[in-house]
């Protein structure tokens, strides 16, 4: 296995094998599950949920084992494999052999508390080993220096710990984050084709007609720019007052969006919030990594 990318959702991230892609994502930050596949199967189911104090890898192990029945006598089932160290983290590899084999790890984190279940499937055939051992040994699972990695379908960015995923949609080509602090919104958008869409078309015409410039209407101003060496498009508007709160200004937004060849896509950021946290629509735009080796 020669190549490799990093997987990062939700506080948790490791390397995975470049050919593996995020297949399902549920929960949050405290609990929940993601699994990657490759062209043909599922490969890596990955849980996560906060620990109790008296938590430990052989806990999460046990439990895991009543819990999927593996303890049958029908299951060939290898406890206590002694695969590699994970930094920081209390761990037991466990081994079900089959038709494919699955390769488990226990987790508990000695920083943070938390308590994970991966479980790798590959083929006996498959020299698999090298690539379970470099990919279990390089995870963690929570934010570091305040800031959360996300990183999926070859895009990456990351996140003060204060935002929330309040949404997220991946389809064809495209991938959408809504995030939420407080009383600001961040909407983070990659579109892959890029080339085929501004055969035609411009940057102002996929924000318009993507919605990725916020809600119909408004007066909105635009300016020309460059971001990373890309040509990019910047607009500002403001969301309209409402009808409760009308003696107040309504929040402002920012956007930013650009053209990455490198990775042949459209990138956008939208900022929504009060004009007293304007700088951080700018903090977001420079997390996002449109293409490997991008620093913002
Ligand atoms: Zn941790
Ligand atoms: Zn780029």
Same mark, same amino acid.
């Not at 006996?124 to 698999?128: G, L, S, V």
């Not at 204060?162 to 995923?165: M, T, V």
């Not at 990725?212 to 209407?217: A, S, W």
């Given at each position: 296995m020669s190549s490799w990318t990093l997987f990062a959702w939700q506080g948790i991230r490791l390397k995975v094998p470049a050919d593996w892609e995020m297949g399902a994502a549920d929960g949050d930050a405290r609990s929940g599950h993601c699994r990657l596949d490759d062209a043909e199967y599922a490969r890596l189911d990955i849980r996560w949920q906060l620990g109790r104090s008296s938590s430990t890898a052989r806990s999460v192990a046990e439990a895991y084992i009543r819990k999927a029945k593996l303890n049958q006598r029908d299951v060939q089932l290898r406890r206590d494999v002694r695969l590699v160290s994970v930094p920081g983290m209390d761990t037991e590899f466990f081994l079900v052999k089959g038709e494919r084999d699955s390769m488990h790890m226990a987790a508990c984190c000695s920083t943070c508390g938390r308590v994970a279940l991966l479980r790798a499937v590959y083929d006996?055939?498959?020299?698999?080993k090298p690539v379970l051992q470099e990919m279990f040994a390089s995870w963690c699972d929570h934010p570091v220096e305040g800031r959360v990695p996300w990183a999926a379908y070859g895009f990456r960015f990351d996140m003060p710990e204060?935002?929330?995923?309040f949404d997220h949609a991946v389809r064809a080509g495209r991938l959408q984050f809504e995030f939420r602090a407080r009383n600001r919104i961040a909407h983070i958008v990659r579109s892959s084709l890029a080339d085929i869409w501004l055969k035609k078309k411009s940057l102002r015409d996929w924000i318009e007609a993507d919605k %990725? %410039? @916020?809600? @119909? @209407?408004l007066k909105t101003e635009y300016a020309e720019k460059e971001w990373l060496g890309h040509p990019a498009l910047g607009w500002t508007s403001r969301e309209r007052r409402s009808v409760r709160r009308w003696l107040l200004r309504g929040r402002l937004i920012r956007g930013l969006a650009w053209h990455c060849p490198e990775a042949n896509s459209l990138v956008a950021v939208r900022w929504l919030g009060p004009d007293s946290a304007e700088q951080e629509a700018g903090d977001v735009v420079r997390a996002v990594q449109c293409h490997e080796g991008s620093e913002g």
């Open positions: 006996p055939e498959e020299k698999f204060a935002w929330r995923l %990725i %410039i @916020g809600p @119909g @209407g």
